[in-house]
C-alpha cells in the first residue's frame, strides 16, 4: 500500500484493544496481541502508547497500522541481509484465517512459530538518550570505551552494538555486556546477531539519510526455528523501536527532536509524573501531534 491509502485508512480513535477474534489470545505485550493460529502466530499492534514503562490510558490513532506497515516495509527492504517471520502471502493468510476488516488487515501480521532470543539487540550510531547518560558517568556504554570528549547526539565513530536483557513486563531492560550476551545465548550465536545487528543498523542509516531522517539508534529482535535458523521478528525499525531525527535540524550537543514518543514523554517530565500507574490522560494536541510524527516517518520512507 502507499502512504495516502494507509494515511486514509487510520482511524479516527485508537484501538487500545483486541476482544472480537475467534483464536486463542497467547501474549499481550505493550503494543502487541499475539494469538494462536495453530500453524502460526497473529501479532497484531493496538493504538496502546507507554512510556517509562507504563502503558498510558490514552492511545494514538492508527499508531498500529503505522508501525506494521513500516516494518512490513524494512522486512522487503532487509531480506538480503535476513529472513523475517512473516508469511509470505500476507493477503492471501488474512483471506484464509478470515481477518477481512481493513484496519485489522493493517495492523496485523501472519508470522511463523519461532522462538525469541532471550536479549534484545540494540545498535546505536549516536550517543543519546540512555548511552549518553552511561557515558557521562563512565566513559563507557555496555563496556564499551568510547573516546573522551564527545557531546550529546554526537555520531560515534562506529555504531556499537548494546544489548540489553529482556524483563518481563512491567519491569525495566538492564543493559549487558558481550561476555553477559554470550553466556546468555551462547558465544556463536551471539557473534551472529551482533554482527547482523550492526549490519541492519547501516543498512537502515542509509536509507533513512536518503529519506531526510537520521536514525540515531534501534533495537532489534531475533527468532530461531526448530533447525537453529535466525529470522528477524517482532517490529523493525519503527519509531516504537528506533530514534528517528529530521536530518535537517539535526545538531550534536542536545537532544534533536524526534518522529517518536519523546514528544510524549517531555510532556509527562512536565508534569512531573512519578512514572508509575496509572499514568495521567493526554491532552488532544499531545496525541494529534505524536500521531503526526509517526505519519512523517513512515510518509518520508514511504511516501
Keep these: 500500500m502507499n502512504f495516502a491509502e494507509i494515511a486514509a485508512a487510520l482511524p479516527k480513535s485508537a484501538v487500545t484493544s ?7 489470545r497467547i501474549a499481550s505485550g505493550k503494543v502487541r496481541e499475539i494469538f494462536d493460529l495453530g500453524d502460526a502466530l497473529l501479532l497484531v499492534a493496538t493504538d496502546r502508547l507507554s512510556a ?3 502503558i498510558l490510558p490514552d492511545g494514538i490513532p492508527g499508531k498500529g497500522a503505522i508501525l506494521t506497515q513500516m516494518s512490513n516495509w524494512w522486512f522487503a527492504q532487509t531480506t538480503g541481509l535476513i529472513p523475517n517471520h512473516l508469511l509470505p502471502d500476507q493477503a492471501g493468510e488474512f483471506a484464509r484465517r478470515g481477518l477481512t ?5 493493517l ?3 501472519v508470522v511463523r512459530k519461532l522462538k525469541p532470543l532471550t536479549i534484545e539487540c540494540v545498535a546505536r550510531g549516536y550517543l543519546i538518550g540512555s548511552g549518553w547518560s552511561a557515558y557521562q558517568k563512565t566513559g563507557s556504554v555496555c563496556g564499551i570505551r568510547l573516546p573522551a570528549g564527545l557531546r550529546q547526539a554526537d555520531r560515534l565513530p562506529e555504531p556499537i552494538f548494546t544489548p540489553t536483557t529482556k524483563a518481563p513486563k ?8 558481550d561476555a553477559q550476551g554470550a553466556a546468555t ?3 556463536d550465536l551471539y557473534a551472529r546477531v551482533k554482527q547482523l545487528s550492526l549490519e541492519l543498523y547501516r ?3 542509509d536509507r533513512a539519510r536518503a529519506a531526510g531522517m537520521i536514525l540515531a539508534d534501534t533495537k532489534f529482535e531475533f527468532g530461531t526455528d ?17 530514534r528517528y531525527w529530521p536530518a535537517d535540524r539535526y545538531a550534536p550537543n542536545q537532544s534533536p527532536p524526534s518522529y517518536d514518543k519523546q514528544f510524549v514523554r517531555d510532556h509527562l517530565v512536565a508534569l512531573k509524573w512519578n512514572q508509575q500507574p496509572p499514568a495521567p490522560r493526554l491532552p488532544a494536541e499531545v496525541i494529534s501531534r505524536t500521531q503526526e510524527k509517526y505519519l512523517a516517518a513512515l510518509k518520508n520512507l514511504i511516501g
Design 18 to 24: 483486541i476482544d472480537n477474534l475467534p483464536f486463542p
Design 185 to 187: 545465548i551462547g558465544a
Design 107 to 109: 495492523r496485523s501480521m
Design 170 to 177: 512491567g519491569q525495566h531492560d538492564e543493559p549487558i555486556d
Design 52 to 54: 517509562f514503562d507504563v
Design 203 to 205: 543498512f537502515g542509516h
Design 226 to 242: 526448530a533447525a537453529g535458523k535466525l529470522f528477524l521478528i517482532d517490529e523493525v525499525l519503527t519509531p516504537d523501536s528506533s
Design 101 to 105: 476488516g481493513r484496519d485489522l488487515q
